[in-house]
């Protein structure tokens, strides 16, 4: 089965795991030993130093690298670290990027139509993804304000999170979730019964996570094959594919 990983990074860490990448070559040998395809990749710099650096960084190391599918962090365009959204949407388009994280605890900035307005219109517009570690509460004022948001909730934790997350895909058919720390007892399962396969994205989360997890966890799903199929790489290719830049 093609595994696709939704959700993973590589780049220098202040704290370091039992096991990371430092650049994209060792990221795709772990691929390779792991049996993944292919990965969305955020640069570590993207989230724990400097966002804009870290997108340069991304698109810098994985050219040529086919496998790896480069995103973005984004930023206010109010302190001039990133273009205002024109801008933004070409460079976007130029440097091959379909898929936007936020990280607002990170960065320090408040993620709402005040500051990021005109850039999630024009995600909505044009089917640009935004991942995202979820504080629930900032989800659900999130999609309120954009019901038609693609958003992916990336990393979210394994036991007691069903009560944040099932009114959302109840009621937001472009809210989607990750499977990297989705490791509950028969969630997957249950999630594809009462929601569909379409609504989950495999991801690995490494390096916060070891790989095998994950992995596991979906090839032993108690789910029909065609279901597999979807989670491990139909779905995330199925967004990737309907990005307009």
């Known amino acids: 089965m093609k595994l696709f990983d939704a959700y993973c990074s590589f780049g220098e860490l202040a704290l370091k795991p039992p096991s990371y990448s430092k650049n994209a070559q060792e990221l795709i040998a772990v691929m390779d030993r792991c049996g993944i395809e292919d990965a969305v990749v955020f640069h570590s710099a993207m989230r724990y130093a400097s966002a804009v650096e870290g997108n340069e960084h991304v698109i810098r190391e994985t050219a040529g690298l086919a496998r790896l599918r480069p995103s973005w962090a984004v930023m206010p365009h109010h302190t001039g670290e990133q273009p205002k959204v024109e801008q933004f949407i070409d460079e976007m388009s130029s ?59 990336v990393g979210h934790g394994p036991h007691g999170d069903d009560r944040y997350f099932r009114p959302m895909l109840e009621r937001y058919k472009n809210f989607y979730m990750d499977t990297s720390c989705y490791l509950q007892e028969g969630g997957i399962e249950e999630v594809c019964r009462r929601y569909g396969a379409h609504r989950l994205l495999f991801s690995t989360g490494y390096p916060n996570n070891c790989i095998g997890g994950p992995i596991l966890r979906l090839l032993a799903a108690g789910i029909s094959p065609e279901e597999k199929e979807r989670i491990a790489h139909e779905n995330i290719e199925s967004l990737l594919e309907q990005v307009r830049v």
Request: charged residues 20%; aromatic residues 16%; neutral net charge.
């Open 95 to 153: 440097s091959g990027v379909n898929v936007l994280y936020a990280f607002p605890d990170e960065h320090g900035y408040i993620l709402d139509e005040v500051v990021f307005g005109g850039l999630f219109e024009e995600m909505v517009r044009r089917r640009i993804p935004l991942f995202l570690k979820p504080k629930w509460n900032l989800v659900y004022s999130l999609l309120k304000q954009y019901p038609q948001l693609i958003l992916v909730a």
